[in-house]
C-alpha cells in the first residue's frame, strides 16, 4: 500500500509499505500533497515496466 505523509520538515512524501508493514521505498519531499499524489501516482504507473540494473 502507498501511504501520504506530512514530513517533519514541510511538505508532504509517500511511502510503499509491504503487506508485513514494512516500509519498502519512500519519495523526496515534495511541496504539496498533490504532487505527492502525482508521485504515487507515477510510481503506480512505471514501477511494471522499470527494468532492473543488477550492478553487484
Not at 508532504?12 to 508493514?21: D, E
Not at 521505498?25 to 527494468?51: F, M, W
Request: hydrophobic fraction near 35%.
Amino acid at each position: 500500500m502507498f501511504e501520504i505523509l506530512r514530513a517533519s520538515s514541510g511538505g508532504y512524501f509517500w511511502r510503499l509499505k509491504g503487506g508485513n508493514g514494512e516500509t519498502l521505498c519512500h519519495s523526496e519531499v515534495y511541496t504539496s500533497k498533490q504532487s505527492a499524489q502525482n508521485g504515487v501516482d507515477a510510481a503506480k504507473r512505471l514501477a511494471p515496466i522499470a527494468q532492473v540494473y543488477d550492478k553487484a
